[in-house]
């Protein structure tokens, strides 16, 4: 049972560049949440996406977009990027997101270097 | 919104020894998640415990959902339990579907 799968690992990246991150859900799963990981910080929630919508959003710039394809794969894009966008990019995947949630299971992470 | 605070920040063990790491949270929640950080990032599933208590080897979990507060208990430490524990909830009511907020995190150490 593969799980969440997420490319590229690292990426550097100068500012005001755009960058594309990539989330590959775990089987059988169809919702795709994103999270940000400051250095010694929790993740934060960016959005989460359900039948190919943005389904909620957290405190983050028009900056920061998505997209959910048919297959339920998700990418994560941000544009103009800035030195603090400079983080670990964390998918998460669980089934539908009803009131609650299910349990949500993590990618390895995308670990975003902005110079 | 909700807030989430978990205790110790840091702790510091010798190998064999046992610890309890606390999370607390500021309103009712209606899914509470414990995980793993290992050094490369990862965040690794422990518990899935909204309400009630659950075992997996050495490691056990308590949620206390009426008082807002969830134990993990790490028995019988190695070094490879070295690493972050993170408490994550998912609030209850509103439109919070699967959004998890985070604490900051309890960064243990194990010594051998």
């Known amino acids: 049972d593969a799980g969440v799968t997420q490319s590229p690992t690292h990426l550097i990246k100068t500012r005001g560049q755009q960058v594309t991150l990539r989330c590959s859900p775990k089987s059988g799963h169809d919702t795709v949440s994103w999270y940000q990981q400051a250095l010694g910080q929790g993740p934060q929630f960016i959005f989460q996406y359900y039948e190919e919508e943005e389904r909620q959003r957290g405190n983050f710039p028009d900056r920061f977009s998505g997209h959910q394809f048919p297959n339920y794969s998700s990418e994560l894009n941000v544009n103009a990027l800035l030195l603090g966008d400079s983080a670990l990019y964390l998918c998460?995947?669980?089934?539908?997101?009803?009131?609650?949630?299910?349990?949500?299971?993590f990618g390895p992470g995308t670990r975003l270097t902005v110079t | 919104g909700i807030q989430v605070e978990q205790s110790p920040p840091d702790l510091i063990l010798q190998e064999g020894a046992n610890s309890t790491l606390r999370c607390n949270f500021s309103?009712?929640?209606?899914?509470l998640q414990w995980f793993h950080q290992n050094p490369w990032g990862q965040l690794i599933n422990l518990f899935y415990?909204?309400?009630g208590t659950k075992q997996n080897g050495r490691l056990s979990a308590t949620t206390v959902a009426t008082e807002r507060y969830s134990l993990l208990y790490i028995s019988s430490s190695q070094t490879t339990d070295s690493g972050v524990y993170f408490c994550?909830?998912?609030?209850?009511?509103?439109?919070?579907?699967?959004?998890?907020?985070f604490g900051q995190g309890t960064i243990l150490t194990v010594h051998p």
């Open positions: 994550a909830v998912v609030a209850a009511g509103g439109t919070s579907y699967g959004k998890l907020t």
């Open positions: 415990i909204p309400s």
């Open positions: 309103d009712s929640v209606n899914n």
């Open positions: 998460a995947s669980s089934f539908a997101p009803v009131q609650g949630g299910y349990e949500q299971y």
